[in-house]
């Protein structure tokens, strides 16, 4: 079974910026596209973004030019830059692999107010 952990998320005020981790755990994580999700209150989860096997990554409009996501394949980690957050960015931020999800972390938190 394959644990994923989030970790990183904090309260911050408007333009402020976040770093994300995740691990995944799986001995075949080099080889599957990994994303980033996000789940505000009230609301369905949504994909912010994905990093392929290759590096190349894919946005949700909102997000493109202030998020960024990265792997590192040895030590089997996502991360997520966030600038210029905004409070629509509040939400539990989780990712997981694309293709035939693990069960999903406990996410982080990222709250966005003034």
């Known amino acids: 079974q394959v644990q994923i952990v989030e970790s990183g998320g904090d309260s911050v005020q408007p333009e402020g910026s976040l770093r994300l981790s995740c691990i995944i755990p799986?001995?075949?994580?080099?080889?599957?596209?990994m994303a980033w999700y996000r789940q505000a209150l009230g609301k369905q989860r949504e994909l912010v973004g994905r990093?392929?096997?290759?590096?190349?990554?894919v946005y949700t409009d909102s997000v493109k030019g202030r998020f960024t996501i990265s792997r590192d394949n040895e030590k089997k980690m996502v991360y997520l830059e966030m600038n210029g957050l905004k409070p629509e960015d509040t939400a539990l931020y989780y990712c997981?692999?694309?293709?035939?999800?693990?069960?999903w972390g406990q996410g982080t938190q990222v709250t966005v107010s003034s």
């Open positions: 997981n692999r694309v293709s035939l999800p693990y069960d």
């Open positions: 799986t001995p075949v994580f080099d080889q599957h596209t």
């Open positions: 990093v392929s096997t290759s590096g190349t990554t």
